[in-house]
T-cell receptor, first 113, second 117 residues
């Protein structure tokens, strides 16, 4: 069985400051992990994905995430927040055989001017 | 290249009715997946179709069904609607089979917002 927990339902940062969105996962086997972003009234957009290659994954718009097996974490970071980063972010896990996917509850990121 | 389109964008139904939602994938994409998004349950995977065959299925009752046509367009049907079916239904397409875009990135449509009264 697999699951994913996003530790913060809401994160608020000031523009230009770092962003940290936390995600812990549980998986019986080697998982694939993803971060998606959803802007209001829009579908989801893939930010980045981990598929057992490099543990530090770089995505679009300056985001990156590090897979830490010992901590079962896959936190999303960005050095400097931009107003356009305000959105809902979802951490997602799939098992090695790719036959299911579980979404975290989401973290709403607010960026203050 | 046109993105994933979903019709209708908004829908209001009453309990007991049935509803059909449509999804047109990006041209050339053969996989279509459906997801339900609600405030209480969050995002949940419904099913995936590839080459007109259901390949994977989430944990939803049989009232939720789907199909895919030879042109890769997909429809999702919900029968005997319940209040709890009110949700945003998202469709995603990808070139090849497989969920979450492990090997093929998924592209999402804007969703159909279904309200059940």
């Amino acid at each position: 069985a697999q699951s994913v927990t996003q530790l913060d339902s809401h994160v608020s940062v000031s523009e230009g400051t770092p962003v940290l969105l936390r995600c812990n996962y549980s998986s019986s086997y080697s998982p694939s992990l993803f971060w998606y972003v959803q802007h209001p009234n829009k579908g989801l957009q893939l930010l980045l994905k981990y598929t057992s290659a490099a543990t530090l994954v770089k995505g679009i718009n300056g985001f990156e995430a590090e897979f830490k097996k010992s901590e079962t974490s896959f936190h999303l970071t960005k050095p400097s927040a931009h107003m356009s980063d305000a959105a809902e972010y979802f951490c997602v896990v799939t098992p090695y055989n790719n036959n299911d996917m579980r979404f975290g509850a989401g973290t709403r990121l607010t960026v203050k001017p | 290249k046109a993105g994933v389109t979903q019709t209708p964008r908004y829908l209001i139904k009453t309990r007991g009715q049935q509803v059909t939602l449509s999804c047109s994938p990006i041209s050339g994409h053969r996989s279509v997946s459906w997801y339900q998004q609600t405030p209480g349950q969050g995002l949940q995977f419904l099913f995936e179709y590839f080459s007109e065959t259901q390949r994977n299925k989430g944990n939803f009752p049989g009232r939720f069904s789907g199909r895919q046509f030879s042109n890769s367009r997909s429809e999702m049907n919900v029968s005997t609607l319940e209040l709890g079916d009110s949700a945003l239904y998202l469709c995603a397409s990808s070139l090849g089979q497989g969920l979450a875009g492990v090997y093929n990135e998924q592209f999402f449509g804007p969703g159909t917002r279904l309200t059940v009264l």
